[in-house]
């Protein structure tokens, strides 16, 4: 008798939230906002070749500036304490927490290189506005650089044994993962800018 075991599994948490359209208006509207008088995000996005606008550099309490990321922090600490549990977390009696949450504003032809979120537990974004063409979100196997001469995966390959996993994200929804996993935001090949709203949890 033989068997295969599958370990070592990666968990990416994924949530579509249903009546988002009115909070997805009203976080489009204040990123647009953010985006004409947020000169410090504006330099840091430009010093940092950033291919839009990002508030990354600038503000780091956007729930108390606008309800809208209020609202989205409600949401987003419910699917946090989800997430905790799937992944089996000893937290110790401590809490996951928010430790910050930024604005994008993905440019046509805009792309975000490979990366990992230093110092957070879990990171994620929530995404209010998605052209046709947006750009996908992309996921690599954490293991690449021990695979040495490994083989590539078949075409056919599943999902869990893919080298790299692309998830397109729609409007409403929202990926969280461990912040140790590498990804990147392929080119946006739409007309219009990606609008979205990242985050990263600390444990306290």
Not at 51 to 58: L, N
Not at 63 to 75: G, H
Not at 174 to 184: A, G, P, Y
């Amino acid at each position: 008798m033989s068997e295969s075991l599958s370990l070592f599994v990666t968990r990416v948490h994924r949530a579509r939230f249903s009546k988002t359209g009115a909070l997805n208006d009203d976080i489009i509207a204040a990123a647009l906002s953010f985006a004409d008088d947020d000169e410090a995000g504006q330099r840091w996005s430009d010093e940092n070749s950033y291919p839009g606008y990002t508030s990354y550099g600038s503000f780091t309490d956007l729930p108390v500036r606008a309800p809208c990321f209020t609202a989205l922090k409600k949401l987003l600490d419910a699917e946090a304490v989800k997430f905790a549990k799937v992944a089996h977390f000893d937290l110790n009696g401590g809490k996951l927490k928010l430790d910050n949450l930024w604005i994008n504003i993905l440019d046509p032809g805009g792309f975000h290189s490979g990366h990992i979120h230093p110092h957070s537990v879990i990171s994620g974004t929530y995404y209010a506005q998605v052209p046709d063409g947006a750009a996908a979100l992309k996921f690599e196997d954490p293991r690449l650089p021990m695979m040495m001469a490994a083989p590539t995966r078949d075409s056919d390959a599943p999902e869990e044994m893919r080298s790299f996993i692309y998830l397109a994200p729609e409007p409403g929804m929202m990926l969280m993962w461990e912040s140790w996993l590498r990804h990147e935001v392929v080119r946006n090949e739409a007309d219009e800018p990606r609008i979205s709203v990242s985050f990263n949890y600390r444990w306290d």
